[in-house]
Nanobody, 119 residues
């Protein structure tokens, strides 16, 4: 499985950030896979933002739940992140991540995409 993030590198404050993760080498509906968005702001640790499961079930981060929306397009084998009302504190490298723990553990990361929030 390989993951590739895409989206704008620069977003203005108060706008909505939209990122897409394109999955190759596997299907986003494959049983037991979970597809996440994770970010890392400058000088900070990794922050899990939310996930969508192989079944379509959604998992939210309590701290970001009011601003995030994760969805998928099974025809395109993609999943997306929308983050609304962005501020400069949302400046980070955004990663998509695939994880499965059955029948064996597997975890794959995209290369990450830099997003800067600035006017």
């Amino acid at each position: 499985v390989q993951l590739q993030e895409s989206g704008p590198g620069l977003v203005k404050p108060s706008q909505t950030l939209s990122l897409t993760c394109t999955v190759s080498g596997g299907s986003i509906t494959t049983n037991y896979y979970y597809w996440s968005w994770i970010r890392q702001a400058p000088g900070k640790g990794l922050e899990w933002m939310g996930a969508i499961a192989y079944s379509g079930s959604l998992y939210d981060s309590p701290s970001l739940k009011s601003r995030t929306s994760i969805s998928r397009d099974t025809a395109k084998n993609q999943f997306t992140l929308q983050l609304s009302s962005v501020t400069p504190e949302d400046t980070a490298v955004y990663y998509c991540n695939a994880k499965a723990d059955y029948p064996k553990y597997l975890e794959v990361w995209g290369q990450g995409t830099q997003v800067t929030v600035s006017s």
